[in-house]
């Protein structure tokens, strides 16, 4: 076995695996959904599409803090700095500058990566649940230097009236398109990553980041870059969810439920997992609509949940499922199909 | 005059924060056990606390030896039914669950006490005040402050000199080590939280007769709990006490440069400490 590394002229030549089956027809049914999506003002109507939006807004938040907690080990639980600052950077824009509201949503991504660089620097010297509680504190800084904001309307919040001008069914595409595309970014791009050469140094890192830095890869530098992608994923969601409602306020944008439902998702679908945000976001998106009306009761019924899958059940629904069958619809692994002297 | 008001004021306070601060430490700091549902668990005793002085009638005194064996109590079951199940390297799973009890808490406590702020009644104590030039001095937050104190002596006491105390730490330090040495880790840390969640106790009555409290009142008394450690240096326990006076003359100065900017002043202190002393005052780097 250990012949092959020895072997003159270097690394001998080995064929590894990487895509499946499974994998295949996932992307090829990834991209019709994908396709409806861009469709859909053609063939839904208002109610449908606010539905799919909303639920786009909460695979794209969960799967950026699947991304920081799952891969990167830091665990926020004050996301919603980032969706928030992103969103009033965008009203700010469209509304007060008159610049293109969908122009907008892209420019207004500037926000949240330039928040994230101070907050890493001064978090990054908290370990685990401190840090998660210091995010947090951010969260409220940024809500409450919000609400004494008189530019961005302060307390009231803001209606983004400048929508106006296009109809519903223009307004549809555009937040259709924008769907589309954070998706490709944040799930999308979370897949290509996680399959580069980054992919297999995140892995590391997730299983064991002493042993990863020990294997040359920079845990520090790595952590700062995911803390950093992953606010302006946020923040994306963030600015489309509040383009769709068209009118934001502080409490709304900053509030706790944000990392709520992302961590809802993350757990219950799987952690680490691709295919567990977007299971965790169905489940969670159904359970919204059937039993949302329970309001309190159904709250109760997802913090025990939550609470349930970490003590007994930690790789959430896709754990379960893993168990049972090996069909994952994002292959990350790398398989020795041959390699040695043959 | 108004700043030295406010800089009185601001150590009364301090002495409320102080209360639910203490309990954090021991976990925070000491036991490196975090739970998330702190805040909510001070306001499920404080709304309790309320409950049971309006149904039988309880003056504070009273209602404060009902309620700490009751908190005491919960923080045992706490202990013994999930965070012993969590503590581990990964801070990952003790936080979750941790979060989704405060959201089933916050939830639960909505549905029994609806979302109205409630106070306890105290008999008069809440509104008694010595004067002191121009300066009005609550006689409340005095004793607030002098039981802080003494719960802090007390428990830097316990964790110095008893057997337990040295138990817990060497617990703390190493779970094997100590388990070797005859110590049972999972029952000292139980006893430890039962300590810790008893403090609640003593600032949910006080929180209720100083102020009021509502089901949603939970998340931001957890953030000021752990400002208030992080601000005296973590496994402190006086740091922790010094912290939460940091914290309250920040907010108490703060409220009087603008209404809007108190609780504010309060995070940025702590933000202030974290960049130039993230060991807090009392840490060792």
């Known amino acids: 076995m250990t012949m092959s590394i020895n072997a003159p002229g270097g690394m001998p030549r080995a064929k590894v695996r990487s895509q499946t089956a499974s994998g295949v027809v996932?992307?090829?049914?990834?991209?019709?959904?994908?396709?409806a999506l861009v469709?859909?003002?053609?063939?839904?109507g208002q109610g449908t599409i606010r539905s799919v939006v909303e639920l786009c807004c909460y695979i794209a938040i969960a799967q950026m803090w699947n991304l920081l907690a799952g891969y990167g080990g830091l665990v926020s639980v004050g996301q919603q700095a980032f969706s928030g600052v992103a969103a009033y950077m965008m009203f700010a824009l469209a509304q007060n500058m008159g610049v293109n509201p969908f122009i907008a949503v892209p420019l207004c991504l500037i926000a949240p990566a330039i928040l994230a660089v101070p907050t890493y620097a001064l978090l990054h010297r908290l370990d685990g649940p401190y840090f998660a509680i210091g995010t947090w504190v951010v969260a409220e800084v940024i809500r409450l230097l919000t609400t004494n904001f008189g530019y961005v309307n302060a307390g009231a919040g803001m209606s983004l009236r400048v929508m106006t001008q296009y109809s519903a069914h223009e307004r549809a595409i555009g937040v259709t398109i924008l769907c589309a595309l954070m998706l490709l970014v944040t799930v999308g791009g979370t897949y290509w990553l996680l399959r580069s050469r980054y992919g297999l140094a995140l892995t590391a890192m997730r299983d064991n980041p002493v042993s990863a830095a020990s294997q040359g890869v920079n845990v520090s530098?790595?952590?700062?870059?995911?803390?950093?992608?992953?606010?302006?994923?946020t923040g994306l969601a963030g600015a489309i969810y509040f383009m769709a409602q068209l009118r934001i306020t502080p409490d709304a944008a900053y509030g706790p439920q944000w990392a709520t439902v992302a961590i809802f998702i993350v757990m219950i679908g799987g952690i680490g997992s691709i295919e567990g945000v977007l299971i965790g976001s169905f489940i969670y998106f159904f359970a919204d609509r059937w039993f949302g009306d329970y309001g309190a009761t159904y709250l109760v019924v997802l913090g025990v949940l939550t609470l349930l899958v970490a003590l007994f059940a930690r790789g959430g629904v896709w754990g379960l499922v893993n168990k049972v069958v090996d069909a994952p619809w994002f292959p990350t692994r790398r398989v020795l199909v041959s390699g040695g002297d043959q | 005059m108004q700043w030295l008001d406010g800089f009185i004021q601001g150590i009364l306070l301090g002495g409320l924060y102080a209360q639910y601060?203490?309990?954090?430490?021991?976990?925070?700091?000491?036991?490196?056990?975090?739970?998330?549902?702190h805040g909510d668990l001070m306001i499920l005793l404080a709304l309790i606390g309320v409950s049971l002085s309006v149904s039988f009638g309880l003056g504070p005194f009273v209602l404060l030896v009902v309620l700490v064996p009751i908190a005491a109590a919960i923080g045992y079951v706490l202990q013994r039914g999930i965070l012993n199940r969590v503590v581990s390297q990964d801070p990952l799973p003790s936080i979750i669950a941790t979060f989704g009890l405060s959201i089933a808490l916050q939830n639960a406590m909505q549905q029994i006490w609806s979302a109205d702020t409630r106070s306890i009644a105290g008999g008069g104590i809440e509104q008694a005040s010595w004067q002191i030039g121009s300066i009005f001095i609550g006689v409340l937050p005095v004793i607030v402050?002098?039981?802080?104190?003494?719960l802090t002596g007390g428990m830097d006491a316990l964790?110095?000199?008893?057997?337990?105390?040295r138990a817990l730490r060497a617990s703390a330090a190493d779970v094997e080590a100590a388990a070797l040495t005859g110590v049972n880790p999972k029952a000292v840390y139980a006893l430890a939280t039962a300590l810790a969640v008893g403090?609640?106790?003593?600032?949910?009555?006080?929180?209720?007769?100083?102020?009021?409290?509502?089901?949603s009142d939970g998340p931001a008394q957890l953030i000021y709990a752990f400002e208030a450690v992080i601000i005296g240096g973590m496994g402190s326990i006086w740091g922790a006490f010094l912290g939460s006076m940091v914290l309250g003359i920040s907010q108490a100065i703060g409220f009087r440069i603008n209404p809007g900017f108190g609780i504010l002043a309060g995070h940025l202190v702590f933000l202030t400490v974290l960049a130039i002393r993230p060991q807090g005052i009392f840490g060792r780097s």
């Open chain 2, 159 to 165: 964790l110095r000199f008893t057997k337990f105390g």
């Open chain 2, 21 to 37: 601060a203490l309990g954090m430490a021991l976990m925070f700091g000491v036991m490196r056990i975090v739970n998330i549902s």
């Open chain 1, 39 to 44: 469709a859909m003002p053609w063939w839904a």
């Open chain 1, 221 to 233: 530098r790595l952590r700062f870059l995911l803390f950093v992608a992953g606010a302006v994923g």
């Open chain 2, 145 to 150: 402050l002098i039981v802080a104190t003494a």
């Open chain 2, 199 to 215: 403090i609640l106790g003593f600032a949910a009555v006080f929180q209720g007769l100083r102020s009021t409290v509502a089901p």
């Open chain 1, 26 to 35: 996932a992307m090829i049914i990834g991209i019709g959904l994908l396709a």
